[in-house]
């Protein structure tokens, strides 16, 4: 009686030009979603599919065993890491698409998502070269002609091991060691795209280099892994930022970033960041500054779980300097656990560092700061400024300043502030015939200040624009 | 004279600060395009009465009324008294850090006015010539709010604030302290320039001289949180020369007689 029908309406042709037109030539090898967790499988398996070469192979199963071995940090907000669930977590998604080089080329679902972070308008204000890393994979990456002209090598990692294997094998991991805490391990042992510069002697990088970030999947850690390297008398300045959607559990996201500044280099790494708030964000940034090299990290937190993030600058070469510039937004029910890191081991070396935090409602901001002077940095200056602005009486703000400074001949500023929106300011304001709310977003905007005025204009407008939105949610 | 419209009234209005009570039943009337004058020594409670309408949260009004021109203030937020016209020069106007001149002032304007394009480009139009009539530079524009201001500057940008603002009602509390006789005559143009003939100005102020440059209609004299004496200009010179202490409510009769 079963009468099997068999109509070819077109729909199984659907797909078929597929390979043609995306270029998988191996559906066999097409791998979708791997499985929860992550062990010597899963690490295997990541290398095969980016057909990495042994040393790396290997360099990610021994990291692998560290991350296995290493406790979690004893500091911080224990309670809240011990809630990260890594057997739950997707360890590596490759997207549908491959790398595209042309922007005609991403697919629309994915131009969708661009366009509501507004990156193309940031693509036509800079045109510089794009590396958008879309889930764990970078699809679209654009490079600027001129830019390839001068030498300069803008890529997303993978490429970047796969065409300058030399220059990765000699720089990668070399900033920050494998071991160095239990999440840069994991990183090490699965991470996969962010971005690999490398500008040569001389070359003075114009334009801002931008990489978006995005994590687009469930339970899915996003491991990039970044390396910089600033030839000697060369600059750059690389842009990164990041919004996430809202998932319904935790989320992953523990970057690497290395740079390098090689003698009379400049560096400048700006950071957007504002996750969803249910992302756990352990990221680790470290950066050696060499002979009157310096090093710029700007570096603007908000959303996510948990953030925790020291940006660090190793000054190794006489003359360094380095300077780091951060904000930290908390808001209800986030810690925003961030600093800075600076290690003076060479004479006539100097460090800024600049620390704002606003804690709302139940939110919670520490600053966590190291410095570190060692005896041969002789004729060194160091200046600490943190402020702290609390929002609500419950709002908290915690500060760890660590000094260790191991020479006499140095020079110190340290200043620290914890404040509050003053009521005399609110009536000052309201008095001229703002809401009290746009009074409160006027004195914040005053407050981060100097940090918005280092970013070009439309992150500024953008930065501003997040707060007010942060600012909303909480109204009412 | 034709009768003009009552602007600004207020009856016995009384003021307390953290239960103490610092004004105690003051009335005025001022008509559109007047003039007044608060006059009175420290402690007289004049600067209390100026925060309190302007709708500062610790000055709480306990009874009496205020009208704006028919509205009720005392119904409003200090956000709402300023868009219905009130404006409050301040004593001590307060720095926000990191905020710039232009920024602060044009989320003012936009707040008051609304804020389209064109309302836009007619602001910075504005801003420059109100700047030449307070001889303010043009780098005032991008520095922070009241953020290392001199005394003289602050009490300027507080009159730029009226001239941009354009308020029917404008409360000036000593405006004129602190500042040297330049910078008294500069601000004083200012003040004339910005409050047009429907307008009402209400000084305060401890001191006659500002009141050589800006002409009031009316006196009055404020001791122990009352009026004890209005009268016409003159009073202010009498004042001057004679001090407070033959108005003090003991010698009240002698004064009505």
Request: proline share 4%; with cysteine.
């Amino acid at each position: 009686m079963a009468e099997v029908i068999n109509r070819d309406n077109g729909l199984n042709d659907i797909g078929n030009d597929y390979a043609a037109k995306y270029g998988f030539h191996d559906p066999e090898e097409y791998f979708h979603k791997g499985a929860r967790g992550v062990n010597h499988e899963v690490v295997e398996m990541i290398s095969r599919m980016k057909n990495e070469p042994d040393w790396m192979r290997e360099f990610r199963h021994k990291a692998l065993d560290t991350f296995l071995a290493k406790p979690m940090p004893n500091w911080g907000d224990t309670e809240l890491m011990a809630s990260i669930d890594f057997d739950n977590i997707y360890y590596y998604i490759k997207p549908i698409e491959a790398q595209k080089k042309s922007w005609d080329d991403v697919p629309d679902n994915i131009k969708n998502t661009f366009d509501r972070l507004g990156i193309p308008e940031a693509e036509r204000k800079f045109l510089a070269g794009v590396s958008a890393q879309y889930e764990s994979e970078v699809v679209y990456h654009s490079l600027k002609e001129d830019l390839q002209k001068q030498g300069i090598v803008f890529l997303d990692m993978d490429s970047g091991l796969r065409e300058y294997p030399e220059i990765v094998k000699k720089y990668f991991s070399t900033v920050i060691p494998v071991a160095d805490n239990k999440f840069a391990a994991l990183n090490s042992a699965v991470w996969s795209g962010g971005s690999f510069i490398y500008v040569p002697p001389g070359v003075d990088v114009k334009i801002p280099l931008q990489a978006y970030f995005r994590i687009n999947a469930e339970n899915m850690g996003q491991f990039e892994r970044t390396l910089i390297i600033a030839d000697k008398g060369s600059r750059v300045h690389y842009i990164e930022g990041c919004t996430a959607p809202v998932y319904s559990t935790d989320s992953l996201h523990s970057a690497v970033v290395e740079l390098i500044a090689l003698e009379d280099a400049y560096i400048r790494y700006t950071t957007i960041q504002n996750w969803s708030r249910n992302i756990f964000n352990l990221v680790t940034k470290r950066a050696v500054a060499h002979r009157n090299s310096t090093v710029e990290w700007v570096d603007g937190n908000l959303g996510s779980k948990l953030t925790m993030k020291y940006p660090c600058i190793n000054l190794v070469g006489e003359g360094a300097k380095g300077e780091i510039l951060s904000i930290a937004f908390a808001g209800d029910d986030q810690h925003q656990d961030a600093g800075a890191k600076v290690i003076h081991s060479a004479p006539n070396t100097s460090s800024r560092i600049t620390s704002k935090s606003i804690s709302k409602g139940a939110g919670r901001a520490s600053y966590r700061g190291l410095v570190k002077v060692y005896p041969t940095a002789v004729k060194s200056k160091v200046s600490v400024e943190c402020d702290a602005l609390l929002l609500d009486p419950e709002s908290r703000s915690d500060t760890y300043p660590t000094m260790e400074i191991d020479s006499d001949d140095v020079r110190i500023e340290h200043e620290a502030r914890v404040s509050k929106v003053a009521e005399e300011q609110l009536f000052y304001l309201t008095s001229r015939g703002l809401t009290e709310d746009e009074a409160r977003l006027l004195i914040i905007n005053g407050f981060i200040e100097p940090f918005t005025k280092e970013l070009p204009m439309e992150y500024a407008v953008e930065l501003n624009r997040l707060i007010e939105l942060e600012m909303e949610g909480s109204v009412g | 004279m034709a009768d003009k419209k009552i602007l600004f009234s207020i009856r016995d209005i009384h003021v307390s600060v953290e239960g103490k009570e610092v004004v105690k039943g003051v009335s005025l009337d001022m008509q559109g395009g007047e003039k007044h004058a608060i006059m009175g020594p420290n402690g007289s409670g004049k600067s209390s009465l100026a925060n309190a309408l302007a709708g500062h949260p610790n000055y709480t009004i306990t009874s009496g009324e205020a009208f704006l021109d028919g509205k009720n203030l005392l119904e409003m937020d200090a956000t709402a008294r300023s868009l219905a016209g009130l404006f409050l020069a301040f004593q001590y106007p307060l720095a926000i850090p990191g905020v710039t001149v232009a920024n602060f002032l044009r989320t003012a304007m936009k707040a008051k006015f609304g804020g389209d394009e064109e309302k836009l480009r007619s602001f910075r139009k504005e801003l420059k010539s109100r700047f030449e009539l307070l001889e303010i530079d043009n780098s005032f524009a991008t520095r922070y709010v009241n953020d290392g201001f001199s005394g003289g500057e602050k009490k300027r940008l507080e009159i730029l604030q009226m001239a941009m603002l354009k308020p029917k009602v404008a409360i000036l509390d000593e405006t004129d302290s602190g500042l040297d006789i330049d910078a008294l005559r500069i601000v004083s143009n200012g003040i004339n320039a910005s409050a047009t003939s429907e307008d009402s100005v209400l000084l305060v102020t401890h001191y006659q001289r500002i009141l050589n440059y800006v002409k009031p209609d009316k006196v009055h004299v404020m001791m122990d949180g009352k009026i004890v004496h209005s009268g016409g200009p003159d009073l202010a010179r009498q004042l001057e020369d004679q001090g407070y202490d033959w108005m003090k409510p003991d010698n009240a009769e002698k004064v009505e007689a």
